[in-house]
């Protein structure tokens, strides 16, 4: 029996080649980038709905978008890489962030989060919170992500809240209170989209402020 990924790929590499679709083999990793946002997008919805056959379409839509890139990384110059290398290099990557799966050591679920991002900065040679932190995303999971880093590095800088929340806090008045800022800055004509980008990149220099302070103060 011949596994199903092994099939797609074999369609994706007939679409690709000659007497294949002109369409298929006209794209490029730049032309794909609004699909694969899309169909990412689209999953998303799938799994808000509960639609298990959405979500199975969905997600093979999000898998053809890996294919397709492979199928045209693979075809390049300069360092071509297949989908075998694809998957080669994640399943190394889970293999040697999970030592306590694959080897006999013993952690708990907080060893976990923390091992896994000491591995990713000593892996990519991080040197800040920030490094990596995909600044195209979206402001508001930007933000998240930056306060995230931020924490998990150990960073104590604090940030302003003009708007707080009694012990009733929930995450129905939470989405009530962003909505309504939302509502006030388009009636101001300020797009939130935008102001919270800015504030995020305020945030963003105050922790390269902080690090540079925390390096200058272990040099002396």
């Not at 293999?95 to 591995?119: A, C, G, M």
């Not at 600044?135 to 809240?161: E, T």
């Amino acid at each position: 029996m011949t596994s199903e990924l092994i099939r797609l790929k074999e369609v994706m590499d007939r679409l690709r080649g000659p007497g294949g679709c002109p369409w298929d083999a006209e794209q490029t990793h730049e032309s794909l980038l609004k699909y694969l946002l899309e169909e990412s997008y689209e999953f998303i919805e799938a799994v808000d709905d509960k639609d298990r056959g959405a979500m199975r379409e969905e997600l093979g839509d999000v898998l053809l978008q890996v294919y397709f890139h492979s199928a045209i990384a693979q075809e390049a110059d300069t360092d071509p890489f297949s989908i075998e290398d694809v998957a080669k290099a994640i399943a190394d990557k889970l293999i040697h962030r999970h030592p306590h799966v694959f080897t006999d050591s013993t952690v708990t679920y907080d060893d976990v989060l923390e091992n896994w991002e000491k591995q990713k900065r000593e892996e990519k040679g991080r040197t800040s919170a920030t490094d990596g932190v995909p600044m195209a995303q979206p402001a508001m999971a930007l933000a998240a992500k930056v306060m995230y880093r931020a924490k998990n590095y150990g960073y104590l800088i604090p940030l302003d809240h003009p708007m707080t929340f009694s012990s009733d806090i929930s995450e129905a008045n939470v989405g009530a209170a962003l909505f309504g800022i939302i509502d006030q800055a388009q009636q101001s004509g300020i797009d939130p989209e935008s102001a919270l980008r800015a504030a995020v990149k305020t945030y963003i220099a105050r922790i390269h402020d902080y690090e540079e302070s925390t390096k200058s103060s272990e040099e002396n």
